[in-house]
């Protein structure tokens, strides 16, 4: 017997789950999964980053604490395309299968297992996608003859820095010059002109 989770949730204090609960618990009755436990966030927006009870279903599944984790619609459960693909693919890791019921998605079929795949097909596409727009970006920095890479915040003259050095420790140096003391220690590691 599978045991089943059920997530809710709801933007407003003030709305119910009541349209939500009822049909889910049927189902999964009507499945023969045993349901551990409902988690219902109530006042949170489907955007909202941190939501505590979809904290503890992730906590839930990483302990493996759950079979089968039941929704009554993705907008229930995902704040974003990337936020849902993600936490199927860490469900999918961990052998935890994952269902909406109001759009028909059962990863425990093998139609819901082809919706799996497909969603992740698209999950990988865009990463690429996303992947060759930064090379680009970097290619295109690099012929301009931009400095990539995190700019050095103090310029000290080598020549001072050694000058300092027959009298200072490298800490009182990098304090008098405003540097840090890997930068005062590189300067002097470099050869002298």
């Not at 009755?29 to 941190?50: M, P, Q």
């Not at 939501?51 to 039941?70: I, N, Y």
């Amino acid at each position: 017997m599978k045991r089943c989770l059920i997530y809710a949730r709801v933007s407003t204090k003030q709305q119910t789950t009541e349209n939500q609960l009822p049909p889910l618990r049927k189902f999964a009755k009507d499945r023969g999964w045993k349901v551990v436990k409902e988690l219902i966030d109530h006042g949170y927006s489907g955007t909202t980053a941190t939501r505590p009870q979809l904290t503890e279903v992730m906590s839930l599944a990483k302990r493996r604490e759950f079979d089968v984790l039941l929704v009554y619609a993705l907008d229930r459960f995902g704040r974003s395309v990337k936020h849902l693909v993600n936490a199927l693919d860490e469900f999918h890791s961990l052998g935890i299968d994952f269902c909406a019921f109001n759009q028909d998605i059962d990863t425990t079929t093998p139609a819901g297992k082809l919706f799996f795949t497909m969603i992740s097909g698209f999950a990988e596409f865009e990463a690429a996608i996303i992947k060759e727009r930064v090379l680009a970006g970097l290619v295109r920095a690099r012929a301009e003859g931009k400095q990539l890479g995190r700019p050095r915040t103090v310029q000290v003259d080598p020549r001072e820095v050694r000058a300092l050095r027959k009298d200072h420790s490298i800490r009182q140096i990098a304090s008098n010059l405003g540097a840090s003391k890997s930068a005062v220690h590189r300067l002097l590691m470099q050869p002298s002109k």
